[in-house]
């Protein structure tokens, strides 16, 4: 086995890995949710408008390799990464679609991204098709979720208690 790559490898292929995973997950599931592949793939997914854990994974088998397989893998395969970083990465991966579908809310840790927006893509469908929410930012894909924070429409633990506490 090679040499563990250094701390510059590990941050690079990472940072790949994340951006690698944001373009194709969230065309993949932006495409899943047209009416052609709605219905006969996607809507499996979408039983559960109130997501829990194993619901990450509750995906037509088609969903599963397009959606969730090839977007977490793709990166290690373009970076040609040392065997260790992909195992990490995956168990970093399905911890995230795990708790972005159970309401556990790990973004304070600075790695992970809150729950909640998977939680209104869940209840509304039409918005937060990303795994990281940088696209549907750029592209405007969670306008209605930004408004309902502003409004207070969207239940946000830290923020909300911190306010109550003052």
Partial sequence: MPPLPTVWVFVRDMAV??????????????????????????KFHHKYTAPFGIAA????PIEHLLSNVV????GSLVMRSH???????GVLA??????????YDFSHWGVFPAPYFHDWHH????????????????L??????????????????RRDDASKSR
């Fill in 17 to 42: 890995y994340i951006l690698m995973e944001e373009v194709m997950f969230y065309f993949s599931h932006r495409a899943l949710h047209h009416p052609s592949l709605y219905g006969p793939i996607h």
């Fill in 57 to 60: 994974i509750y995906a037509h």
């Fill in 71 to 74: 977007p977490v893998s793709v």
């Fill in 83 to 89: 065997p260790v970083l992909p195992m990490f990465w």
């Fill in 94 to 103: 399905l911890f995230n679609t795990m708790t972005v579908h159970s309401g």
């Fill in 123 to 138: 209840e509304r469908f039409n918005e937060n098709f990303g795994a990281i929410q940088v696209l549907d930012w750029l």
């Fill in 140 to 157: 405007g894909t969670n306008q209605q979720y930004l408004k309902a924070i502003r409004a207070g429409d969207v239940y946000i633990p």
